[in-house]
């Protein structure tokens, strides 16, 4: 039902909307090399869409980037330090309004849930619950980006992805049984040449 395409494009416009009237600040691209998987601790912000299109907006980077993240968004002072609480509510908030800004560029029915915020190290992250809508997160975690920006923030980079599933969403919230086998051979198969 989506007919919008969630490229690169339009996400990278949405994030840049969202730094310039969150964070009061430019999005610029990340020039430095690509961010592996490192075991480096790690801040991960993400919110589901489902209905008519169903995925995840996620933001990734390290903790002292989601600090300055929530010290430009609470305009806190340099000096100013903040609870991990604050910090992490922020980069939740950042997720969420790039979320919102995705599903409103979206055809149809699609809700937006709620934010959910880790900090862990990298290499734990995936054993983290999943998102409360989601049942089985390793399959989701096969989902290649529908969109995938790296900004540079103040020296560190900041990853933004929307990755896209094929698993309707049940009236509860839950995925249907068996969808998470379905998802990754519908994947491996989307996948081929």
Known sequence: MTTVALDDELVGAVVEQVWESLLGAVARPW?????????????????????????????????????????????????????????????????????????????????LGLPQVALAARAALAALPALPAVADDAARSLAVPTSRCVLDWHGAPVVVEVLGDDAPDVPDGRQQPDSSSQQAKTRQEKRKP
């Open 31 to 111: 020039a430095g090399p690509r961010p592996a998987g490192a075991t480096v601790p790690t801040v991960r912000a993400q919110v589901r869409l489902s209905g008519d299109w169903n995925g995840l907006v996620r933001l990734t980077c390290d903790p002292a980037t989601a600090e300055t993240l929530a010290a430009a968004m609470l305009m806190s002072g340099p000096d100013e330090a903040l609870p991990e609480e604050d910090v992490l509510d922020a980069v939740g908030e950042v997720v969420n309004v790039v979320g919102g800004n995705v599903k409103g560029a979206l055809v149809g029915r699609t809700s």
